[in-house]
């Protein structure tokens, strides 16, 4: 074993790096912490989201080679933001960095991260945007957007950083702590999401870095981290009273109204069905459309794939035939029995069964 100093100590520094098809990338982080925080009690808790690549196979090989390097793995779960979470939850070190396990952030400013905290930081972030610090590589798209992303973010940033998207983040384990109970765990910026989670002032220290390319392996944010991070907005503006899940499960249930009457009209005119059966079938058309938005932006963290898939959409079709039922029934007892007018009654009846849809599919569907 190389570098052993004081591997039976409690550790000082967790290192959590969330990873996903990492495989080539690893190896060689793990060698260049060793060396860099060669003197410290630290520790790195990689968490995997089940990678299909093996690196759960080279995980575990570096984790028999040391026991400062702990691996932890979920299955049927996605989330950079939840991933780190669970991996500051894995560890009792009362300081904590938060850093990619691509090598695209320059981990040679970790000795300086671990100082400030040490030095009574609550917070500590690697910053592309101020001193010496850059972008490397980026085309003019990504660079627009990253600066774009952060204004939005000072609708909820309480923080003041010179970089709230950051992905390379130190903090005391008290401040976590302190924003668990308000954190949203949604989509990739874990760092925005505690920082408008805190009330009271804290000490930051920003410490520039450049952001380097990537070697091996490829970036993971897709074209939904628009939606993701839009979906963080939301929940930290007003997420106590309405909570972002719902509001995204509303939406697509907007969409769903437009794609019933599509469909409807296309089943009357083009292949045309009697009125029942069109109506059934553009239900049906409406349904299957909004389980499939569903999943892919609403349940993106829990998104059903293979069988799951498919006893997902069927669990879909169950509750919302039930809810159809609960809003009919409670429409026509407004307007039958309570003698309410016709809009207030519809409107009603849309609610209950809007909000027993979205209570029940995320008990039977996305659970
Ligand atoms: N466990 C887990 N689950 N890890 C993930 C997931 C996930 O769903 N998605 C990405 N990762 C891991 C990657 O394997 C990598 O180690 C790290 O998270 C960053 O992901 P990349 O896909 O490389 O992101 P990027 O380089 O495009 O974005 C980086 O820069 C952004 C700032 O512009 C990240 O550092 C972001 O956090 C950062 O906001
Ligand atoms: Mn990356």
Redesign the pocket.
């Known amino acids: 074993m190389s570098g052993t100093t004081t591997p039976m100590l409690p550790a000082q520094v967790s290192i959590v ?6 495989r080539d990338n690893v190896g060689i982080l793990v060698d260049r912490l060793r060396a860099l925080l060669d003197g410290l009690a630290w520790e790195i808790v990689f ?3 089940d990678s299909k690549d093996g690196t759960g196979g080279v995980l575990r090989e570096l984790a028999r080679q040391d026991p400062r390097v702990r691996g932890l793995r979920r299955v049927g779960r ?3 933001s939840s ?1 780190c979470i669970e991996g500051v939850l894995a560890t009792s070190a009362p300081y904590v960095v938060i850093m ?3 090598l ?1 952030h320059d981990e040679t400013i970790l000795p300086r991260m671990v100082a400030a905290l040490r030095g009574g930081a609550d917070l500590v972030v690697g910053s592309r945007y101020t001193g010496s610090g850059g972008v490397g590589d980026w085309d003019a798209r990504r660079a627009w957007m ?1 600066r774009f992303a952060t204004r939005l973010s000072a609708m909820v940033n309480k923080c003041n950083l010179s970089d709230p ?4 983040f130190g903090f005391t384990r008290e401040l976590f702590d302190e924003a668990l109970p308000r954190l949203s765990g949604l989509g ?2 874990l760092l925005l999401d505690m920082c408008s989670s805190v009330d009271r002032k804290l000490t930051v220290v920003e410490e520039p870095y450049g952001f380097r390319s990537r070697a091996h392996g490829e ?3 897709d074209s939904l981290v628009a939606w993701e991070f839009l979906m963080l907005l939301a929940d930290k503006s007003f997420g106590r009273v309405i909570p972002a899940r719902f509001l995204a499960f509303m939406l697509v249930g907007g969409s769903g109204v437009f794609v019933h009457m599509a469909a409807l009209w296309t089943l009357l005119a083009v292949a045309d069905l009697s009125f029942a059966a069109a109506q059934t079938g553009a239900s049906f058309v409406a349904m299957t459309s909004n389980f499939a938005l569903n999943n892919a932006l609403t349940y993106r963290d829990r998104r059903l794939t293979g069988r799951r898939l498919v006893l997902g959409l069927l669990s879909f079709y169950a509750v919302c035939s039930a809810g159809t039922v609960a809003n009919v029934g409670a429409a026509s007892y407004l307007f039958g029995t309570a003698q309410q007018s016709w809009w207030l009654s519809g409107f009603a009846g849309v609610v209950i069964g809007s909000v027993w849809n979205y209570a029940m599919t995320s008990i039977f569907t996305w659970r």
Do not use: H, Y
């Open positions: 790096v969330p990873i996903l098809n990492e968490v995997d989201d996605r989330g950079l991933a990619d396990g691509d695209q990253s998207m950051s992905g390379f990739f910026k970036s993971k944010l």
